[in-house]
């Protein structure tokens, strides 16, 4: 029997097309990151990404039209924030029933376009087709200084790990609909602490680091008690619920010393150490109250 998709799984999927990437030259990084890394010119790179929200898979017809708009761009930014990068110019596929209402469409894109104007990104195209669900698609550039760029691929023993703010509940909190990309933050730490590297966190912590880990080649301790978890949420949800959109990043342990006394000395931005990337490739590690050390068995989300 011929094999479905689902017998891969999402990433295997994603694997199993990656040589059709017919790479050229102007391609520096294609599959495999936050976003594509393209030339620019001889300082910076230019960043490309994309990202479809479904109605029913990544926000309910009950959803306010603002705060689907203010998601479909701002899950886009943050891949760019995972870069080190500043998003810079979005183009807006969208499928919609006949019947939706004018004021809806509207209002889907002053929300998108709330955000916009916040991070400097001109909105400057799209497509229009008819579907009977919703869809909104968009493709954002990017540009980063070739010295900020931060891959997944660079972590190294050693490293402490960090993410940016408290995880899990967010689909029953309505904060998977309501959060801020975190540019700032990003830009703030390829300006001063150059992490070694970063992603975002759209499928929960354990599968999202999993990525990080597979990518550089190593291992990872993760502490349950340092894990930040929002108001309702419990820690599997944090490991796994996902769409928190928070950065998720390594940075050798000298600059994560400094970068510790610096949250506690501001409240501007939140870095919260969460753990230890060490030797053992692919094996992800939580340390329980207790001290007990065990794998982390828990899967990430994935669409199939
Ligand atoms: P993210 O959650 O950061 O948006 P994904 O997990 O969706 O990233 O994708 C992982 C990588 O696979 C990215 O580099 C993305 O561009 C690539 N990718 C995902 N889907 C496809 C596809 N259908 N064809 C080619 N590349 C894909
Ligand atoms: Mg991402």
């Known amino acids: 029997m011929p094999r479905n998709v689902q017998s891969l799984g999402e990433f295997g999927l994603i694997n199993s097309v ?47 039209a603002k705060l689907v708009g203010h998601k479909a761009l701002a899950c886009n930014i943050s891949d760019i924030a995972a870069m080190g990068g500043l998003p810079t110019c979005a183009v807006v596929s969208i499928g919609l ?44 550039l990017g540009e980063v200084e070739k010295k900020c760029l931060v891959l997944r691929s660079g972590a190294k023993p050693g490293d402490m790990i960090f993410v940016t703010g408290p995880l899990g509940n967010t ?36 599968g999202d680091l999993a990525h990080i880990l597979k990518a550089s080649g190593v291992g990872a301790l993760l502490e349950s008690d340092m894990i930040p978890i929002n108001p309702g949420a419990t820690l599997a949800s944090a490991l796994t619920g996902g769409e928190d959109f928070e950065l998720l990043f390594t940075i050798p342990s000298t600059c994560g010393k400094e970068l510790i006394d610096y949250t506690k000395n501001q409240n501007r931005f939140s870095f919260i150490h969460v753990g230890t990337i060490t030797g053992k490739a692919g094996k992800c590690l939580l340390k329980d109250r207790q001290g007990l050390i065990s794998p982390v068995v828990v899967k990430a989300y994935a669409h199939f």
């Not at 990104?121 to 493709?139: E, F, Q, Y």
């Open 18 to 64: 990656k040589k059709y990437q017919c790479p050229t030259s102007f391609v520096v990084h294609g599959i495999g990151d936050d976003a594509a890394v393209l030339q620019l010119d001889a300082g910076r790179y230019q960043l490309f990404t994309t990202d479809m929200l479904i109605e029913g898979v990544h926000f309910t017809r009950h959803a306010p």
């Open 97 to 140: 029933s006949p019947k939706l209402t004018v004021r809806y469409v509207q209002d889907l894109y002053s929300g998108m376009s709330a955000l916009a104007a916040q991070f400097n990104v001109s909105i400057a195209g799209g497509d229009t087709v008819r579907s009977d669900k919703l869809v909104i698609n968009i493709a954002l």
């Open 171 to 206: 689909l029953r909190s309505g904060k998977h609909l309501d959060f801020m990309p975190r540019i700032k933050e990003a830009r703030f730490l390829v300006e001063y602490f150059r992490p070694t590297a970063m992603m975002d966190i759209s499928d929960g912590l354990a």
